[in-house]
Every structure is written in C-alpha cells, then in structure tokens.
C-alpha cells in the first residue's frame, strides 16, 4: 500500500489509513512529506502568511471539517 502522510491532530483519520493497509507517517516537519505518496492535513495550518512551499508531488488533502472515512475515501482516489 501506499505511504501516506497525516497530521497529528487527524488520529482517527490516521488509525482508519492503517486499518486499510497504509503506511502512515506523522507529518511534523517539511521532511516527512519528502517521501510520501499522499498527505493529509487539517487545514488549520493551511497558507500561513500567504505563503505555500511544495514539498511534496503527491496530492495533498485537506480534511477540515470531513469524517475519517471520507478522507479515506479520497485518498484512494487521488492514488488509483
């Protein structure tokens, strides 16, 4: 399976990735994106001062206001 990137606060969207099947790696820095197929953030960090580095060339999808298996959802999606 796929290695997917997830902020810490999204804990029930990280355990439902691994009950998939994904490797699911915390995503705290830049660097732990480096190497991920997918990434999922909360948004609440989202363009802070209106500034948005790449550092990954996976999709990257924003789970403010989703369920867990929504987001699960679209990450199989964005990975087929």
Do not use: F, W
């Not at 796929?2 to 999204?10: D, M, S």
């Amino acid at each position: 399976m796929a290695r997917i990137g997830v902020e810490g606060t999204l804990s029930d969207v990280k355990a439902a990735l691994m009950e998939m099947g994904h490797e699911v790696v915390d995503l705290r820095s830049a660097e732990d994106a480096a190497y991920c197929d997918c990434c999922v953030i909360s948004g609440q960090d989202k363009d802070v001062m209106g500034m948005s580095d790449t550092t990954i060339s996976g999709p990257v999808i924003n789970a403010q206001g989703t369920d867990a298996s929504t987001v699960c959802e679209q990450v199989n999606q964005k990975l087929r």
